[in-house]
DNA sequence: ACCTGAACACCGTTCAAGT
DNA sequence: ACCTGAACACCGTTCAAGT
């Protein structure tokens, strides 16, 4: 499926964590979490199934690793610039990086061992919120607010049945089960916004994104106050 | 597992999609997804494995009918009353429900075919936006914001490695991990903050919730506009 | 119409072995 | 140390049958 599969030759490389994991992301991406099974990973690292298990105890710790991958590969917010700046560098990356494995949003839910790119993340994000002026309790508020935003966008985005360059005959078969009798504000949304030519359901990120930083930002000049 | 498991008696009530669909959910409610197999549902019913191809012609098919299930627990906003509250109301729901049946945020994600229920709620949430004030464009931006909000509350309660009363031993082991030579602020914010006795993550919806909603005031406020 | 039995091509994983 | 073969208890699903 991904380069030359069946290259069981003697002259491979040997096998890794690593490259383990970075097989496994791409298979993940390739056909999505169902395709990622222990057995079409080792056929892809041309290897047999069982060999995985000298490097992972169980299919979990290869989840758990590509989880901790897909988290490093977000742009961390440095401690450096300007708190707005470096906060919505650091959500624009991590929106486009769950975008590219949108498989990985399923996964988070799921892993209760983060790995160290993950906790090196939250870490970075939590010292820019604090560096910023706000308190302990006020940075909870904030990075609640703020992840629950980026994840959860991230789950709409994925779930979209319209996604980037969707066949028209599948979004007019969901339209066609759409009754206007049933469901007025939902065709009228559908009809006049949302299947509009110019309409790009990733600019409701920007939008979104925006008004949770100048919340941030009202925060962070009320000092370190009360609940507002 | 749930009630009588193997009641295979002569005289019990017949198949029915409505019955396979609320056993599917109690399954998964029980012991989570991966439980949820064709296999497990039909010994659930007292029934082999082949009969629920009567009413269903694949797990796919379930998998659809019990996230319309959830949607259809989560309260409606009424056309009556005022839009923050209805709004509000609904937030609240729409979380308590997936916190009720987690598994079924990371469905949400990959359904394509909404049910009745699913249209009938965006219906209502769109019904009552559009009837406080807000132009088409203005209640994409809201709604987006809203359920991204929510969704992403959803998953990161459920992501919760110290959910509702899990063992201090699991906490314990996950801190272990937290060096604070390499991760300050996460170390910080955990003792001083997320770790402690009074603190409870389920009110930082409240905060968030509050915070979108004083949002789309604004918004209502100012008339169909321009974005803020 | 409603349900079953046997079978197929898959899973993750264990256990004992090869080099 | 690194990888394999055979086997086990699972999956979803097809196909042909029973009543």
Redesign the pocket.
Same mark, same amino acid.
């Given at each position: 499926m991904l380069k030359e599969a069946g290259d &069981?030759r003697e002259d491979?490389v040997?096998? &890794?964590r690593e490259r383990v994991l970075n097989c496994a992301v791409a298979v993940a991406d390739g056909g999505g979490l169902s /395709? $990622?099974?222990?057995? /079409? $990973?080792?056929k892809e690292l041309?290897? @047999?199934?069982?060999? $995985? #298990?000298? #490097?992972?105890?169980? @299919?979990?710790?290869?989840l758990d690793g590509i989880v901790d991958l897909v988290f490093g590969e977000m742009e961390l917010p440095s401690a450096g610039g300007h708190w707005r700046e470096e906060i919505s560098r650091r959500a624009v990356s991590a929106r486009s990086v769950l975008r590219r494995h949108s498989w990985a949003i399923v996964l988070m839910e799921s892993r209760s061992r983060p790995g160290p790119a993950t906790l090196r993340h939250h870490d970075a994000v939590l010292g820019t919120l604090r560096g910023a002026g706000l308190s302990l309790a006020m940075t909870g508020h904030a990075y609640a607010l703020l992840d629950a935003f980026v994840y959860g966008f991230a789950i709409q985005e994925a779930a979209l049945p319209f996604d980037r360059g969707t066949a028209p005959e599948v979004t007019a078969s969901i339209a066609a089960r759409f009754s206007p009798e049933a469901y007025p504000h939902l065709v009228e949304f559908a009809t006049e916004r949302a299947l509009q030519p110019g309409y790009d359901f990733g600019e409701e990120f920007e939008f979104g994104l925006d008004v949770i930083l100048d919340v941030l930002e009202r925060m962070i000049a009320r000092g370190n106050g009360d609940d507002p």
């Open positions: &069981s491979r040997p096998l &890794s /395709s $990622l099974t222990m057995r /079409s $990973l080792a041309g290897v @047999k199934p069982m060999a $995985l #298990y000298h #490097y992972f105890t169980n @299919k979990d710790e290869i």
